[in-house]
């Protein structure tokens, strides 16, 4: 990977053509995208935090939602030349970080509790939206219950993920 390190805050996502390794930090219920055109070297990586932006009446920051931060993302790496049908999509995190008692499952949690299983809503969320819009999900590293760290090499499309728990793993 190239020393240019470039973070991607919670709620942000960045695109770029030039070599760049792109990351994101402690992922934990959040998600991260990582959109690639082999072709071009043209990536973006979003680090999500919720699953959608129309279920909140004042949304504001667009990176913060999966719908639109991938969105946005996929048409800022059309204007740098970006096929969509050349690009696949690398999937990080969603974990459930806290378990609450009697919570095992979004099943079986009655009413707004069910917002507390945020991780494998942003994970669906996300799936859906990559299918939405034809792009493949190439490989993902997500759910559980521990955090991870996800480093994205623009240069040849590799994800990097470390954790405490598994140590490092390569998509």
Do not use: W
Request: aromatic letters at 4%; glycine letters at 12%.
């Amino acid at each position: 990977m190239t020393d240019d390190l470039i973070n991607v805050g919670v709620a942000e996502y960045y695109v770029t053509h030039n070599p760049h390794v792109l990351a994101c930090f402690g992922l934990g219920s959040c998600v991260g995208v990582a959109l690639y055109d082999k072709r071009k070297k043209v990536g973006g990586l979003a680090h999500i935090m919720l699953p959608d932006s129309k279920a909140i009446t004042k949304q504001g920051n667009r990176g913060k939602y999966a719908d639109t931060a991938i969105q946005d993302m996929l048409e800022e790496m059309e204007r740098l030349g970006a096929r969509r049908r050349d690009m696949n999509a690398k999937v990080v995190g969603g974990a459930c970080m806290f378990s609450i008692p009697g919570a095992i499952s979004p099943r079986n949690v009655p009413g707004p509790a069910l917002g507390m299983q945020i991780g494998d809503r942003n994970i669906e969320s996300v799936k859906n939206i990559l299918k939405e819009l034809g792009i493949p999900l190439k490989a993902e590293d997500t759910g559980g219950s521990h955090g991870r760290t996800m480093k994205f090499d623009i240069s040849n499309g590799v994800v990097t993920i470390s954790s405490i728990k598994h140590g490092l793993v390569e998509l």
